[in-house]
């Protein structure tokens, strides 16, 4: 028999983890259509004027997207709390730190990869430029793994708490500032004519730490929880 | 002589220990916080370009770096608490959060009330008053976490991985919003020196060392009451003249 490496389980569990999640697909949609309709409610709120919605629409973007990617980190540990599992994953042999890798990937792919592919129809109700549109899709892939993976910290502490779903919001959103900010911050650089290679730059370093940083963090907060 | 060093981390010494010490802390406190503000008020100048309106950086200053160094204060404790698994030293890091967050608090309303007539705005999003708001919620997140779960001893690891991973988290706060935008005023106390008059540096000086006094008597009298709380089914607790009567 052929001896499984790492690669092997983060590919059995990503595979896995969307299964449950195309068992499941009401759950997968909820979260896109939440991010669909508080995007939509901006321009209602705020009046039809182009060149202001022109201005905020990175921000409304982004600001929807984390919050539709707080709307679901509930999930990402809590089935497999309750039926077990997640005990049976902390027992076996393999590092603990690549499964959880391999769920907050799943997560991604599930819930945050479909903002990513959406948001440019989003876009163009806004009436942004095909370059701008270019920039906040690439800021989007660089930034959307991160939120999964500081939101999966937030998770894994608050697994099985009542009122778990605020507090993770609480917890979670002001560790995802930064991301906000260099996210944004790259679509505006881009509209003055400004260029981008920093913002982005500062994004992909974000998302190299936390891929280094989080998965070890969330296994020991997932200790703690257990415990 | 061998120094016995971990004397002081069971919680059955340092509840007394603490009991001595909080009166001392407190009454420099409040001495220091008097000659502070006098000289603050009556003895330093007016400022040529803020006139009086300058003398609330006396309070604002000291409340914005204590709940700064408040905060790695705390996650020094918690990770203390986590590495080595000491109780005191997770009780310590609950007793600091709430002094922490209170200075938070007084240094973004303080500020607001410096903004408006200096920059004719309670609030500017600006680097700093940013990033302190993100302090004063990391702390309520500390605060709402350890409060949220039942299990004292589980509270404490959560709240300290928690408090660790805001702690690496603040500096790339701070300059993430720090490139966003600036306007607040760059500290005029360098340690190259400063252009500070002398006796507004006392002042500054003796209210920072009045906000670290009173944090740590604060943070003294609050750690035994949780100790108080979290032991008291032992017996030394039972034990205790003020428990007995």
Same mark, same amino acid.
């Given at each position: 028999m052929k001896k499984s490496t790492m690669l092997d389980l983060l590919v059995l569990v990503i595979k896995r983890d969307l299964v449950l999640a195309m068992r499941r697909r009401a759950d997968v949609l909820t979260t896109l259509i939440f991010f669909v309709m508080v995007v939509s409610l901006f321009p209602l709120g705020v009046g039809p004027e182009l060149d202001m919605l022109r201005k905020m629409a990175p921000g409304v973007l982004w600001v929807a997207a984390l919050l539709a990617s707080m709307l679901s980190l509930g999930r990402l540990f809590s089935a497999d709390y309750l039926d077990g599992t997640l005990e049976q994953m902390m027992l076996a042999p393999q590092s603990l730190s690549m499964l959880v890798l391999g769920k907050m990937t799943a997560h991604w792919m599930v819930s945050g990869l479909p903002l990513v592919l959406m948001a440019p129809v989003l876009g163009l109700q806004f009436d942004m430029t095909v370059q701008a549109?270019?920039?906040?899709?690439?800021?989007?892939?660089?930034?959307?793994?991160?939120?999964?993976?500081?939101?999966?910290?937030?998770?894994?502490?608050?697994?099985?708490?009542?009122?778990?779903?605020?507090?993770?919001?609480?917890?979670?959103?002001?560790?995802?500032?930064?991301?906000?900010?260099?996210?944004?911050?790259?679509?505006?650089?881009?509209?003055?004519?400004?260029?981008?290679a920093s913002h982005l730059s500062l994004l992909g370093a974000l998302l190299v730490m936390a891929l280094v940083f989080t998965p070890w963090v969330t296994a020991q907060a997932l200790r703690i929880s257990m415990e | 002589?061998?120094?016995?060093? /971990?004397?002081?981390?069971?919680?059955?010494?340092?509840?007394?220990?603490?009991?001595?010490?909080?009166?001392?802390?407190?009454?420099?406190?409040?001495?220091?916080?008097?000659?502070?503000?006098?000289?603050? /008020?009556?003895?330093?100048?007016?400022?040529?370009?803020?006139?009086?309106?300058?003398?609330?950086?006396f309070i604002h200053v000291p409340a914005s770096i204590l709940s700064m160094f408040?905060?790695?204060?705390?996650?020094?404790?918690?990770?203390?608490?986590?590495?080595?698994?000491?109780?005191l030293s997770a009780m310590m890091a609950s007793a600091i959060a709430p002094t922490?967050?209170?200075f938070a608090f007084i240094s973004l309303w303080s500020g607001a009330l410096w903004g408006k007539p200096m920059w004719g705005a309670w609030w500017l999003w600006?680097?700093?008053?940013?990033?302190?708001?993100?302090?004063?919620?990391?702390?309520?997140?500390?605060?709402a976490l350890h409060a949220s779960i039942d299990d004292p001893r589980r509270a404490d690891r959560a709240a300290a991985l928690l408090a660790i991973?805001?702690?690496?988290?603040?500096?790339?706060?701070?300059?993430?919003?720090?490139?966003?935008?600036?306007?607040?005023?760059?500290?005029?106390?360098?340690?190259?020196?400063?252009?500070?008059?002398?006796?507004?540096?006392?002042?500054?000086?003796?209210?920072?060392?009045a906000c670290w006094l009173y944090s740590i008597a604060v943070v003294?009298?609050?750690?035994?009451?949780?100790?108080?709380?979290?032991?008291?089914?032992?017996?030394w607790i039972n034990e205790l003249p003020e428990v007995r009567s």
């Amino acid at each position: 028999m052929k001896k499984s490496t790492m690669l092997d389980l983060l590919v059995l569990v990503i595979k896995r983890d969307l299964v449950l999640a195309m068992r499941r697909r009401a759950d997968v949609l909820t979260t896109l259509i939440f991010f669909v309709m508080v995007v939509s409610l901006f321009p209602l709120g705020v009046g039809p004027e182009l060149d202001m919605l022109r201005k905020m629409a990175p921000g409304v973007l982004w600001v929807a997207a984390l919050l539709a990617s707080m709307l679901s980190l509930g999930r990402l540990f809590s089935a497999d709390y309750l039926d077990g599992t997640l005990e049976q994953m902390m027992l076996a042999p393999q590092s603990l730190s690549m499964l959880v890798l391999g769920k907050m990937t799943a997560h991604w792919m599930v819930s945050g990869l479909p903002l990513v592919l959406m948001a440019p129809v989003l876009g163009l109700q806004f009436d942004m430029t095909v370059q701008a549109l270019g920039v906040l899709i690439v800021g989007l892939m660089l930034g959307t793994p991160v939120l999964s993976m500081l939101g999966a910290i937030g998770a894994a502490l608050t697994l099985g708490l009542r009122g778990g779903g605020v507090l993770l919001s609480l917890l979670v959103l002001p560790l995802c500032i930064p991301v906000l900010i260099f996210g944004t911050g790259a679509v505006e650089a881009i509209s003055s004519g400004l260029s981008i290679a920093s913002h982005l730059s500062l994004l992909g370093a974000l998302l190299v730490m936390a891929l280094v940083f989080t998965p070890w963090v969330t296994a020991q907060a997932l200790r703690i929880s257990m415990e | 002589m061998a120094i016995n060093w /971990f004397k002081y981390a069971a919680p059955t010494t340092f509840y007394g220990l603490a009991g001595k010490l909080v009166p001392w802390f407190a009454i420099s406190a409040a001495i220091l916080f008097a000659i502070g503000l006098y000289i603050g /008020f009556a003895v330093a100048p007016t400022d040529a370009q803020q006139g009086e309106f300058y003398r609330i950086m006396f309070i604002h200053v000291p409340a914005s770096i204590l709940s700064m160094f408040l905060y790695l204060v705390m996650a020094g404790y918690a990770a203390l608490g986590l590495i080595f698994n000491t109780r005191l030293s997770a009780m310590m890091a609950s007793a600091i959060a709430p002094t922490g967050a209170l200075f938070a608090f007084i240094s973004l309303w303080s500020g607001a009330l410096w903004g408006k007539p200096m920059w004719g705005a309670w609030w500017l999003w600006d680097a700093r008053l940013t990033s302190e708001l993100i302090l004063f919620f990391l702390y309520l997140g500390f605060i709402a976490l350890h409060a949220s779960i039942d299990d004292p001893r589980r509270a404490d690891r959560a709240a300290a991985l928690l408090a660790i991973v805001g702690s690496v988290n603040v500096p790339i706060i701070y300059f993430s919003v720090k490139w966003w935008n600036t306007l607040h005023q760059g500290s005029t106390i360098k340690f190259s020196g400063t252009s500070m008059h002398i006796s507004m540096q006392h002042a500054l000086f003796t209210m920072l060392a009045a906000c670290w006094l009173y944090s740590i008597a604060v943070v003294l009298a609050r750690v035994r009451s949780i100790i108080l709380e979290r032991e008291r089914n032992t017996t030394w607790i039972n034990e205790l003249p003020e428990v007995r009567s």
